[in-house]
């Protein structure tokens, strides 16, 4: 029996593997690879530890060769320097076929050590750092570099519409391809049965029983802007309350900011949580308050649950959310407030917005994702540089 051939999937984060990535390990699998994954598992992550345990367990168990790459999510010359020479370390000792990469850092350290190795590589972009309305650092940072590393890229994959048209018309990979996001299984969270009653629901967080839910699931940070929804809680009605489930460096902050707007009592911060489908199905209204989206796995989950969503009109959520009524200007407060009542407070508003999301997640099925990520996979340019 012939060696399998090893490929590598990369990721700044674990994360990020757990999150995206478990069904692209199967489609290598399946395709005869030995797969190995880079990325680091002890810090930076999204979800907590115990989550992390459970997915070397999985990869483990799936045969899947790990490696701890001290990567990190912003950029530090210093600890960059010292991923470079791990991951140079690692692709002596390995002769991979090819690998795919994901991350702006991990993709673009995972790109130079390929060059210099002559290893063929796709990178997958979860939402460009540069985009309409983005600030200009964003640009004079990230852009050149991913012009420049576009050159080296075999195949480059997008995942919303915006930064696929940019990428054809202005980057540089030899293939470049646009999947519908990460995929997500729609038959699961369409099934919202539920042991819970809502009375009870509430009880368990010590919410009033005919509390109004609203529920944002995302990384407390800056980009993932809980805090403005915080600040609008005061001008909603007192049943309504606000559950956020994530973690992240602001919670200390955020939960200063519930008290300071007098919402404490109305805010419960649920920390990561891998029982999101019992909270979409007894969330009134899904908020989605980003400033920065590639194409949103949450928000993908909570239309597919039915949940009434309510985000802001930015690249990625506004490619999800095609109606009017389900989308707010960023940063306007009385967009936002008239729309969140209604969302909350008229059911024939609430019933259309939900018809609406459950027929627009269909499109985004994990199952139409493998069926382009395994036609990529077999792509003639993935074939080793000579």
Known sequence: MSKKQPVLMLASVASMIDQFNLPNIRLMQKLGYEVHVCCNFCEGNTCDKKRIQKLCRMLKHRKVICHQW??????????????YRQLLLLTEKYSFAWMHCHSPIGGALARIVALRRGI???????????????????????????KLLSYYTEVLITVNQEDFQFAKHRLYARRTYR????????????????QMSKQAF????????????????????????HQFVISMMPKLPPSVCYLI??????????AALAEKKGVAERVRFLGYREDVRELYAHADLFVFPSVQEGLPVALLEAMASGLPCLASD???????????????????????????????????????NRENMRKQAAFYDHKAVSKKMYQIYQRKELKKRK
């Not at 699931?217 to 800056?222: D, M, Q, R, T, Y």
């Open 120 to 146: 063929r590589v796709i990178y997958t972009a979860h939402g460009f750092h540069f985009y309409r309305g983005a600030p200009f650092v964003n640009w004079l940072l990230f852009y050149p570099v991913e």
């Open 70 to 83: 001290d990567c990190p999510r912003v950029f530090s010359p210093g600890r960059c320097y010292r991923a």
């Open 314 to 352: 930015i690249r990625g959520n506004r490619e999800l959310v095609r109606i009017a009524g389900g989308r707010y200007t960023p940063g306007d407060g009385a967009d936002f407030l008239r729309k969140a009542k209604a969302l909350l407070l008229q059911p024939g508003v609430r019933e259309e």
């Open 245 to 254: 489930c994530g973690q992240g460096d602001l919670h200390a902050r955020l």
């Open 202 to 225: 509430c009880k368990q967080y010590k919410l009033p029983e005919n509390a109004k839910l609203m529920l944002s699931v995302g990384e407390l940070s800056k980009r993932k802007n």
């Open 179 to 194: 999947i519908p996001g990460a995929g997500i299984d729609t038959s699961y969270f369409s099934d919202t049965k539920t």
